[in-house]
Nanobody
Framework: QVQLVESGGGLVQPGGSLRLSCAASGFTFSSYAMSWYRQAPGKQRELVAYIFSGGSTNYADSVKGRFTIFRDNAKNTVYLQMSSLTPEDTAVYYC??????WGRGTQVTVSS
């Protein structure tokens, strides 16, 4: 079955960087668009970044220029490189395939 496993979250100071990873299995990874969402306490889950199977990307306005989504089809993994982090980026980050398959999430906390 479809499995998505996120890793790489943690505590980082404002201005710092983190790279999240999402290891996928159970489907032909290279054929699917993949996305990263996040959900902050008390807020709705929001789309952060999206990468098509061909490699084109889209980003939420709030992260443009700071976050980069990329994929390694040989490793069945999608990544989210995050830089210039602010406390407003604190959230649980989820990997998704098509908004229907989800990982369990990884916590990112930006705090001094």
């Amino acid at each position: 079955q479809v499995q998505l496993v996120e890793s790489g979250g943690g505590l980082v100071q404002p201005g710092g960087s983190l790279r999240l990873s999402c290891a996928a299995s159970g489907f032909t990874f290279s054929s699917y668009a993949m996305s990263w969402y996040r959900q902050a306490p008390g807020k709705q889950r929001e789309l952060v970044a999206y990468i098509f199977s061909g490699g084109s990307t889209n980003y939420a306005d709030s992260v443009k220029g700071r976050f980069t989504i990329f994929r390694d089809n040989a490793k069945n993994t999608v990544y989210l490189q995050m830089s210039s982090l602010t406390p407003e980026d604190t959230a649980v980050y989820y990997c998704s395939r098509g908004g229907t398959a989800w990982g369990r999430g990884t916590q990112v906390t930006v705090s001094s």
